[in-house]
Nanobody
């Protein structure tokens, strides 16, 4: 069982930055692929970024060059550094975990955090 707790959300102006963090419980954190998803009002939850146990990363096209996902296995944490934020990045951001390689589909992830709100004003 893995428990995930996100933090770092907030209100920021367009062009600003935020750093999201996800703290995970469990002694096998390093073996999990970690992902970030987001859900805007009235929309489906969508893939944002993921990092495998080996450090391989994947991003959705709309955030490439602006967001960076990283992990610290010693601290059981994963981060999402978000730069050059846009109003369309406004959403609740969720941390997720799965055993195995990177996956882009929400249903492929076994564990989820409660989410953290990110609001980007124009």
């Amino acid at each position: 069982q893995v428990q995930l707790v996100e933090s770092g959300g907030g209100l920021v102006q367009a062009g600003g930055s935020l750093r999201l963090s996800c703290a995970a419980s469990g002694r096998t954190f390093s073996s999990y692929t970690m992902g970030w998803f987001r859900q805007a009002p009235g929309k489906e939850r969508e893939f944002v970024a993921a990092i495998s146990w080996s450090g391989f990363t994947r991003y959705t096209d709309s955030v490439k060059g602006r967001f960076t996902i990283s992990r610290d296995n010693a601290k059981n944490t994963v981060h999402l550094q978000m730069n050059s934020l846009k109003p369309e990045d406004t959403a609740v951001y969720y941390c997720a975990a799965r055993r195995g390689d990177i996956a882009l589909r929400r249903v492929s992830y076994d564990y989820w955090g409660q989410g953290t709100q990110v609001t980007v004003s124009a």
